[in-house]
């Protein structure tokens, strides 16, 4: 596997991906998260078909997402950091905030990328801290107060690790 022969919009799918490698993504929801528009999704769709082919992604039933040897590889040599990613996380933070979030069926399986993409994401930054803000004030909101405050502290160790 060779990240480097990969162009550019190949290695932010492979790298947005490899950050919650459980999760699998139908192709319109890859379409949304990558922001493609209608004129694009023909090559967008040869893209994540070539990208399967070459056994970056996999594919089951029509859902697609990044093989987990390949994430743990992917993370082992190169941490991606909140730019590799900065669509996904806007994906998920644009349903996280939107007021109208269930909170077993909608909330919960978007608050659990998030918690997992924040644990394995090494790189630190203002975006991280902000990102980890906004799920704290959502755990409140749902009343999860212990969970809320947890993030809460984890958004003041970022940037207080970024101010020193």
Not at 4 to 27: C, D, H, R, T
Not at 78 to 83: A, D, R, S, V
Not at 97 to 120: A, C
């Amino acid at each position: 596997m060779d990240i480097n022969k990969l162009n550019a919009i190949e290695k932010e799918i492979v790298f947005s991906l490899s950050v919650i490698p459980f999760s699998m993504f139908s192709f319109p929801e890859l379409r949304d998260i990558f922001q493609v528009g209608e004129n694009e999704q023909y090559d967008f769709f040869f893209i994540i078909h070539d990208l399967s082919i070459k056994s970056f992604l996999k594919q089951d039933r029509g859902l697609y997402g990044i093989k987990p040897e390949n994430a743990h590889f992917i993370r082992k040599n190169h941490n991606p950091t909140y730019e590799d990613c900065s669509k996904l996380i806007n994906n998920l933070l644009s349903k996280l905030e939107s007021t109208n979030l269930d909170y077993e069926k909608q909330f919960v399986p978007v608050y659990l990328k998030l918690e997992f993409l924040l644990e394995n994401m090494k790189a630190t930054s203002l975006h991280m801290a902000h990102l980890s803000f906004i799920l704290s004030n959502n755990l409140v909101h749902f009343k999860k107060f212990d969970e809320a405050l947890k993030y809460n502290q984890l958004a003041v160790e970022i940037s207080e690790s970024i101010d020193n």
